[in-house]
């Protein structure tokens, strides 16, 4: 049954297991102009800038309706909201979640309110993380539900995250429960949202895509799900002989592992506390980044303390794996891809890339190896240095929409099995 139970009980029973179904990685919303610093790599911030639905710097006296897919289902649901990169505290005095039915509207009847500690409103402090009280509802997986917030102050500067890839809107006044929006704007980023747990059943777990933008899926079709976390949990869901598995892209277009890309967000070392460690019931990791860390410092007129070695990469990332592995997680560590294509693209950049990659295959830190180069790479022997041509997006970098199955298609099942 693809709907919502009818029970609207609040205080589910104690039974199954908590666990993130969906969740995104949390950014300030960046201004019309992020002046000096470091800047994009590739298109991502030509690509951001362009696009005619990208998210709000600011808010008022709005409802703000999103879409985001459970990758597992469950028993009940509760939904989290994050103001950690706000200036001061933000006001939701009402917040629904429902199941998606087309466009802004939701589906008949399904709409429940969610509570905070037992109230419809809440403050959410800055720099908070706060999750709503549960509520009973059969949410299958691969369902895609939708998260309703009404923000009745002005000027409201959100924390989002920008590269939504699912279409959300702004609509005047208060029309959390309404079940399609009038006068509401289009945009592709969440405000707000972090995440959507639900509860389930004891063997469910979850896997973290911890990464940069190709794990949060730049270039892919708007509203086709396309990102390979998204693949891969459709994989799983697919596999009746597995455990339940949920799949939380947790990438940041622009994200480095040892420092902060201004206007983007934090870098991996700062956020992994909170992106990763802070989700219920993850045990895995999929550690896919790196390459931004090399393409930013050889950018010309960058200081050279942005620049990055291989060796300071590595070192970045045994600490990811240390702190991983002092929680009990596995680390799932991916080859860097071919960056023929890109605008940056030197001789020392790829020797830098190899040198990580043999890291990554040969070092036996990681519990598991994916090497995506492999997967992607051009088979031509006369174009060993880029990405296959049916792979790759019209910005010469990022997978397609094929490129990102053939990333998801490239891990195997059993490493989430046990």
């Keep these: 049954m693809n709907e919502f139970s009818d029970s609207t009980t609040t205080s589910p029973a104690s039974r199954g297991t908590w666990i993130a ?62 103001n950690s990169f706000g200036h001061a505290p933000v006001r939701i005095d009402a917040a629904w979640i429902a199941r998606h039915d087309r466009g802004a509207a939701i589906h008949p009847g399904s709409a429940r309110e969610l509570t905070f500690g037992g109230r419809a409103a809440v403050v959410l402090p800055t720099g908070a993380h706060i999750y709503s009280d549960p509520v009973e509802h059969d949410v299958p997986a691969q369902t895609d539900l939708v998260v309703s917030l009404h923000v009745p102050d002005q000027d409201v500067v959100p924390t989002t995250h920008e590269v939504g890839l699912r279409t959300a809107w702004l609509a005047p006044g208060n029309q959390t429960a309404a079940q399609d929006l009038g006068n509401a704007t289009a945009f592709r980023s969440y405000l707000w949202l972090a995440g959507i747990d639900v509860l389930a059943q004891p063997t469910a777990a979850a896997i973290v895509a911890f990464g940069d933008s190709v794990v949060d899926g730049m270039e892919t079709t708007p509203d086709a799900d396309a990102p390979w976390p998204s693949s891969l949990a459709r994989r799983l869901a697919a596999r009746e002989d597995m455990p339940p598995r949920a799949v939380i892209n947790m990438g940041i277009a622009g994200n480095r592992v040892l420092r902060e890309t201004e206007g983007m967000g934090a870098g991996a070392l700062a956020r992994f506390d909170r992106d990763v460690l802070a989700r219920p019931g993850v045990r895995w990791v999929v550690l896919s980044m790196g390459l931004n860390d090399m393409f930013f410092g050889s950018m010309p007129g960058m200081p050279e303390s942005e620049r990055a070695t291989a060796e300071d990469i590595i070192v970045g990332y045994r600490m990811l794996i240390g702190r991983a592995h002092s929680h009990g997680l596995r680390v799932v560590g991916c080859t860097l891809f071919p960056i023929g294509g890109a605008f940056l693209f030197t001789a020392e950049l790829e020797r830098t890339r190899q040198e990580v990659n043999r890291w990554i295959r040969g070092s036996g830190e990681f519990d598991a190896v994916v090497d995506l180069e492999a997967a992607t790479r051009d088979p031509d022997p006369a174009l060993p240095l880029k990405m296959r041509a049916g792979f790759v997006s019209d910005d010469g970098i990022h997978p397609n929409d094929a490129g990102q199955r053939a990333i998801a298609e490239a891990f195997d099942l059993e490493l989430f099995r046990e």
Excluded: F, Y
């Excluded at 690509?47 to 808010?59: C, F, Q, S, V």
């Design 21 to 82: 179904t969906w969740g995104t990685a949390q950014q300030l919303a960046r201004p019309a102009e992020t002046g000096g610093g470091p800047q994009l790599p590739d298109d991502d911030v030509a690509a951001l800038a362009d696009e005619p639905l990208g998210a709000p710097t600011k808010i008022g006296a709005q409802t703000v309706r999103m879409v985001a897919r459970a990758t597992v289902g469950g028993t009940a649901v509760r939904v989290a909201l994050s």
